[in-house]
């Protein structure tokens, strides 16, 4: 992820449920970045924001959100700590 | 002109003969169209005060769901914003939306506001009830018939 970007993913809920997102690694290590969930849309790397958390990689999701049947995305974004190299990003996204 | 004359009747002969065997045939269906939901995104700024509304056709009767799903700092990027908003269901009236069903919502992945309509012309409206401090992007998903 590049200085002031995002890396978002698009996914699909197949039924109602709740959705967790989990940053899991981030190199350099424990860099600190906004992970968030919403729909696609024209904002944030391409994606309108519902929920977000500044956080740091770990074991637990750091972001849940109840969820309907659609189309979903969520990833991360710079929240202005990016060094010039930027940060390589790893997280999951478990839906129903 | 009489070669050209014998080559006419028989290329009209043809195809009243293909029309015929055509006719013979089974009657033709017209294909059966099943359309599905439609999800349209409404999205834009709300000033302190202000609203916004969008228009959309409903073609069969059925739901409107409508789900507040993003309200954001304009300022700054990402920033989600907790704030309360008004959104509604109505039909348009000159330059505005009529609100007949409305509820307020926060920003959420679900939709808390579900009407059912007959086929017609509706508009989902947006607005401030007092809470804004400053203006905020926000991002309505609107699925209808």
């Known amino acids: ?53 500044q956080t740091r990689p770990g074991a637990a999701a750091q972001l849940s959100a109840g969820v309907e049947a659609g189309y979903y995305c969520a990833g991360t974004f710079d929240v202005g700590g990016l060094g010039t190299r930027g940060v390589l990003v790893t997280y999951t ?3 129903p | ?9 028989v290329a009209l002969a043809l ?15 017209a294909p059966t169209v099943t359309a599905g939901p439609t999800s349209a995104l409404f999205e834009g700024k709300i000033d302190v005060g202000g609203s916004a509304f969008y228009s959309f056709t409903v073609m069969t009767t059925g739901d409107i769901d409508v789900m507040l799903a993003s309200v954001t700092s304009t300022t700054s990027p990402g920033s989600e914003s907790n704030v309360v908003l008004a959104i509604g269901v109505g039909q348009p009236a000159a330059t505005d ?20 309509v007959t086929p017609g012309i509706y508009c989902v409206r947006v607005y401030d009830v007092g809470n804004l401090r400053s203006t905020v992007n926000f991002a309505i998903r609107i699925v209808h018939t």
């Open chain 1, 1 to 53: 992820m590049a200085p002031g970007g995002a890396a978002m993913r698009l996914f699909q809920a197949s039924a109602t449920g709740t959705v967790n997102v989990t940053l899991t690694v981030t190199d350099p290590p424990s860099t600190l970045v906004g992970l968030g969930i919403g729909i696609p849309g024209n904002n944030t790397g391409q994606c309108d924001l519902t929920k977000t958390v």
């Open chain 1, 93 to 95: 996204v478990a839906h």
């Open chain 2, 1 to 9: 002109m009489r070669r050209v004359r014998k080559l006419a009747a």
């Open chain 2, 15 to 29: 195809t009243l003969a293909a029309c015929g065997g055509s006719s013979e045939n089974t009657a033709a269906t």
């Open chain 2, 97 to 116: 939306c009529t609100v007949t069903t409305s509820l307020l919502a926060r920003a959420a992945l679900q939709s808390p506001l579900v009407s059912n």
